[in-house]
């Protein structure tokens, strides 16, 4: 029988240096639907991405992935379950030496036995879903942004993983690629019947797209829930974050002196 | 003074946990032999390490060894003794000149080709994402080029005694007029198989374990920003010459120092 939760973090500490990233930070991602965390920026969103997919080590604290612990694995181990993960790095992260085509077919070759001209149906139908069949012959440096991003998609689902991560998959994209990545990610959800999880702090587009949200600030998940009950949430720090009040509970200035004492001490 | 005292802990400390990091790494990389489907990797490094570095060792070895040809001909027909030139010309190319100067130009051409490659590999997460994919980089990037660089370097050294040799021959034979009977049967008196060459090749096999480790790590462990990567490429070069003229002196005197 399937678990509810395809991920699951339990009192998760995770420091570096001095700063306090996650201070026994709790969340469980729902199998099957689309996942957002979000939180203003360094918050440790991305960071969190890395400690579930084994690529960062936490203090303490346990990341259950399918009900195993990501944390206690060892380095073969966490390889093989990686492979049931794609993700989607903000900068695509495409192999420079490979074109389109070659990038796509890169994780096939390496984890599958499959003769060679299913691996180029399989490209193709992968490149066909995200609309870049035409381009399987560019190279990564005649790719646009968003271009780039949709074949790293392509890419991440290139194996039908049971879990796709996209680290801010919004950021930097002019607004047809970015209703084209909302589709994809909406669209690829649905037709592999993955689990998605996303962190943003693009509030309008995240909100369009996810089944259930996460808000983080200061190394804990200071809300979730439903968009809709996120929205109706009175807590100040969520209203804040949801309406992009530039004061309140995260303030505008960074700390400092008074500005008068500042003021003089530059006169003197 | 105890903070002098400890900032020299500190830099202590971090340079013994680098060597760590760049050992453990080591271990892994070598630990993972290529296997049957990684030979096209290892093959398309030993081409872009050792075949696209040819040139430049057949260029510079035929001009030192002209050079040497040069000046051990001048000095030794003041004394009649012309037939040596052959003899010393091997000796000081198949003893020293051969592992360091390739392996100097080596560092040069390939080692900081090596670094900046897995440096912007990492800059640009093309490492995270092998990782994230169950891809192991120590395997699929690290160790081809350990090993390339490994098997290419020797052999580049050969490259490099037969054409200095030749470079000597043009010059010294050819051009200055030593006699080639006693040139070449000098040579041949002097030059041992394993005191010479296989000392000789001894050394560059350990030189390009030193070099390719040196480049594949600070690639490897470099800060993913474009100073870091420059200083990452510079480290390299800097560290893998020094490194090589040192280990060149102590190799020399375990090889054939008679104490």
Request: proline share 4%; charged share 20%; hydrophobic share 45%.
């Amino acid at each position: 029988m399937q678990q509810d939760y395809i991920i699951e973090v339990e009192d998760l500490c995770f420091t570096r240096g001095e700063k306090v990233i996650f201070d026994h930070l709790n969340l469980k991602v729902p199998r099957g639907a689309i996942s957002a965390v979000m939180g203003p920026s360094g918050t440790g969103k991305t960071t969190l991405l890395r400690v579930i997919g084994g690529q960062l080590r936490p203090d303490s604290g346990k990341v259950l992935l399918n009900g195993k612990d990501v944390c206690t694995m060892g380095r073969e181990e966490l390889f093989r379950a990686r492979r049931d993960i794609g993700m989607l790095f903000q900068t695509s992260a495409l192999f420079t030496d490979m074109n389109v085509f070659e990038n796509v077919a890169f994780p096939l070759r390496v984890h599958t036995n499959l003769p060679e001209d299913t691996i180029r149906d399989l490209v193709l139908m992968k490149l066909n879903a995200v609309g870049l069949r035409g381009a399987r012959d560019l190279r990564p440096s005649q790719l646009s942004g968003g271009m780039s991003r949709r074949v790293a998609l392509a890419r991440a689902t290139a194996l039908d993983p049971d879990l796709i991560m996209y680290d801010e998959p919004f950021t930097g994209q002019d607004p047809i690629s970015m209703g084209v990545i909302l589709t994809l990610i909406h669209d690829l959800n649905e037709a592999l019947g993955t689990s998605t999880l996303l962190v943003s702090h693009d509030i309008h587009e995240t909100l369009s797209i996810a089944d259930y949200l996460f808000v983080i600030a200061d190394g804990k998940v200071i809300g979730e829930g439903t968009p809709d009950q996120l929205k109706a949430n009175e807590s100040r720090r969520i209203h804040q974050f949801m309406h992009g009040d530039p004061d309140g509970p995260v303030p505008f200035h960074y700390p400092a002196d008074d500005l008068r004492f500042d003021l003089l001490s530059e006169v003197e | 003074m105890i903070s002098f005292l400890r900032r020299i802990g500190n830099r202590v400390l971090f340079r013994l946990e680098g060597l760590g990091r760049a050992t453990i790494m080591w271990g892994l990389a070598m630990a993972t032999l290529p296997r049957k489907g990684d030979m096209t990797l290892l093959f398309r490094q030993i081409y872009s390490i050792g075949v696209m570095s040819i040139a430049i060792i057949v260029l510079s070895a035929f001009a030192i060894g002209a050079v040497i040809s040069l000046q051990f001909y001048t000095q030794l027909s003041r004394f009649g003794a012309e037939d040596a030139v052959g003899a010393g010309l091997a000796l000081v190319l198949l003893r020293e000149l051969g592992p360091v100067v390739t392996g100097l130009l080596f560092a040069g051409r390939a080692g900081s080709a090596i670094t900046a490659e897995i440096g912007l590999m990492k800059t640009t997460e093309q490492l995270s994402i092998m990782e994230m994919m169950g891809v192991d980089p120590l395997r699929r990037i690290v160790a081809p080029r350990l090993w390339g660089g490994i098997i290419s370097m020797p052999l580049l050294t050969a490259i490099f005694n037969v054409v200095g040799i030749y470079g000597g021959v043009v010059v010294g034979v050819y051009w200055l007029g030593a006699d080639a009977g006693g040139f070449w049967s000098g040579m041949q008196d002097a030059v041992d198989v394993r005191e010479d060459i296989v000392k000789g090749m001894l050394k560059a096999a350990i030189f390009a374990v030193v070099v390719t480790w040196i480049a594949v790590f600070q690639g490897y462990d470099c800060e993913p920003t474009a100073e870091g990567m420059g200083r990452a490429t510079t480290r390299t070069v800097v560290t893998s010459s020094v490194l090589i003229l040192a280990l060149d002196f102590f190799l020399t005197l375990s090889m054939y120092g008679d104490f």
